[in-house]
């Protein structure tokens, strides 16, 4: 099973698309209430584009995905860049993204071992990757060295969006 949550207009065939408001929605479901409507260990993929920004508890959320993984699910998030407009162009955004805000979840890339992702999930980061609009392609050179790019130019040339793959390791 295939999970589109947080589906909005982006309705995907082959993929059971979740989202309370929706119109086209396969299953309507309040993402901020727990638990979800699927068994645990249930899912083998699971799509969260521009929904995590959106959401009251980002932790939780991810914990309760976690759950409904099966091992070695993919889990893919698309949320906007915190120093794009984009990020700040919705007054309903709750949380802003950076390279390393998901880096908690990774047993294996955190820094520090006391965050309360180390008992409740592990998901392992395949990639992270800065995403600019089409007509500034020629950017794509800071995805070679982020956190330089992060460190010194975000402000400067911001990247429009943020791409994770994470692996649910059970």
């Known amino acids: 099973m295939k999970l589109n949550l947080g589906c909005g207009f982006d309705y995907k065939e082959g993929y059971i698309n979740c989202d309370l408001r929706a119109v086209e929605a396969d ?15 249930s899912v083998d993929e699971v799509v969260l584009s521009h929904v995590l920004e959106h ?3 980002v932790p939780d959320v991810l914990e309760e995905v976690y759950r409904i993984c099966k091992n070695n699910t993919i889990v893919k998030i ?23 805000t998901l880096d908690a979840v990774d047993k294996q890339n955190f820094i520090h071992p ?21 007509c500034l392609f020629f950017f794509e050179i800071f995805n070679l060295c982020p956190r330089i790019y992060q460190e010194l130019f975000c402000w400067w040339f911001p990247a429009h969006s943020l791409s994770y793959v994470l692996e649910a390791k059970k």
Do not use: V
């Open 78 to 100: 698309h949320t906007p860049y915190f120093s794009s407009e984009s990020a700040f162009s919705d007054i309903e955004h709750k949380h802003f993204f950076s390279l390393t």
């Open 27 to 41: 299953e309507k479901f309040d993402l901020n209430k727990f638990p979800y409507p699927f068994e645990n260990d």
């Open 55 to 57: 959401l009251d508890n």
């Open 114 to 134: 006391r965050s309360p992702f180390n008992d409740k999930t592990n998901f392992k980061i395949i990639k992270k990757k800065l995403n600019w609009r089409k």
